[in-house]
């Protein structure tokens, strides 16, 4: 099967630009997670979604980031404006089933604010 | 607040020998928890998961677990060169997301 697929791999941006992430889970997959993982931690949990609801946004910075799954399948997160501590890899992951912990990760995208 | 504690390493063993990798968490009530590997550059990949008590096996993997200590281990014997990466041990509570440690990197020495 094919795995979670993200888009782009690398982005370098300015601090207060927008940037924005592109995530496609494995087919089947109703669960997806956004997680950020800073250098040298391990990675924290951004958003949740179920299908095309989001599930766990308790952890998402609202006032700059945002995620949307439209139609269930694709899902993108956005931060708008960047901040320097923002730098870090944006790790997309789907599961078959809520509750699950055997995720499947995409390559992640690395985020460098400057 | 759940928490997943792992010492950060480096651990080094030698090639062949016995890598013993620890994790502690926080909450009794957690159910379920795994191990990923994170190769450097690369994203987390699941190496084992655990829901009792004991041991359970996977080639050379022994995944450890003990509720009462809050504690889980993963153990893998004869390593090799190649098991050099970080290992991430997470926690689950029921349908919530993974809680991840730190990790630990681990280095096996030729």
């Known amino acids: 099967e094919a795995g979670v697929a993200q888009s782009p791999r690398y982005k370098i941006i300015e601090k207060r630009q927008s940037v924005a992430f592109w995530c496609n889970p494995i087919s089947g997959h109703a669960t997806l997670y956004w997680y950020q993982q800073i250098l040298g931690q391990g990675p924290k949990l951004l958003i949740q979604f179920q299908n095309n609801g989001v599930v766990d946004d308790s952890q998402l910075p609202k006032d700059r980031f945002s995620a949307e799954r439209l139609k269930g399948v694709d899902s993108t997160l956005k931060i708008q404006p960047a901040k320097l501590e923002d730098s870090a890899v944006y790790l997309c992951a789907s599961t078959f089933k809520t509750g699950f912990g055997g995720y499947t990760f995409g390559s992640g995208t690395r985020l460098t604010v400057v | 607040q759940k928490e997943v504690e792992q010492n950060s390493g480096p651990l080094s063993v030698p090639e062949g020998a016995i890598a013993s990798l620890n994790c502690t968490y926080s909450?009794?009530?957690?159910?379920?928890f795994f191990w990923y590997r994170q190769y450097s550059g690369k994203s987390p990949e699941l190496i084992m998961f655990i829901y009792s008590n004991g041991d359970k096996e996977d080639g050379r993997f022994t995944a450890q677990l003990n509720k009462a200590s809050q504690y889980v281990s993963l153990l893998i014997r004869d390593s090799q060169p190649s098991d050099s990466a970080t290992y991430l041990c997470a926690v689950n509570w029921g349908n919530t997301p993974l809680v991840f440690g730190k990790g630990t990197r681990l280095s096996v020495i030729a």
């Open positions: 909450d009794r009530g957690s159910q379920s």
